[in-house]
């Protein structure tokens, strides 16, 4: 929770000084796919922080890596304890900047690049992630979907489940903002 409040705060404090237009969460959706050569895994994570600061076209996500729901209770223990170990990390995080001009003011749809660093597994890897944003009554739509391979944040596969868990997860995002207003 402590983590929580330093992010949100920090970007909030630099938005506040820089006169920024900031748009937060209001409804999150994080999932990914595992295409294996026996069984498909998939989860959904709707525990995630959002921040956009429009007048720099920066954007940071958070996800809480155990707030994956999985179909089966075992797939979710594993990739809690064995995979993720997600009591060690906790979080994966994006944070990049929006290569396209938007005008956030007016309605449409902007196919967007967003230049940055993903980390999980307390791995940091250069990213280059495309996606489409939304911007539609005062609220921005982010949807985006790529692929990550497990291997890039040294997350490692036992060799008895390789033939069930893929090399290469397809990560898709749907994230709602709206202006963020101070009390």
């Not at 429009?54 to 996500?61: R, T």
């Not at 992630?129 to 982010?142: A, D, H, N, P, S």
Request: glycine share 4%; aromatic share 10%.
């Amino acid at each position: 929770m402590k983590e929580k409040i330093i992010f949100l705060s920090a970007l909030i404090f630099s938005a506040v000084f820089s006169k920024a237009q900031i748009y937060m969460g209001k409804s999150y959706e994080v999932s990914f796919f595992s295409d294996g050569p026996i069984e498909d895994i998939a989860a959904t994570s709707k525990s995630a922080q959002v921040i956009l600061n429009s007048a720099k076209n920066e954007i940071a996500i958070k996800v809480t890596i155990k707030g994956f729901d999985f179909e089966k209770e075992l797939m979710q223990e594993h990739f809690n304890e064995k995979y993720l170990e997600s009591d060690k990390y906790p979080y994966a995080t994006f944070s990049g900047k929006i290569k396209d001009t938007i005008d956030y003011k007016k309605d449409g749809i902007y196919k967007v690049a967003v230049v940055g660093k993903l980390k999980m597994h307390d791995v940091e890897k250069e990213r280059t992630i495309q996606g489409t944003l939304l911007v539609k009554g005062g609220e921005i739509t982010i949807e985006s979907k790529f692929i990550v391979a497990l291997k890039d944040h040294k997350i490692e596969i036992p060799s008895l489940m390789t033939q069930n868990i893929a090399e290469m997860v397809e990560v898709t995002l749907k994230l709602t903002l709206t202006e963020f207003k101070p009390k």
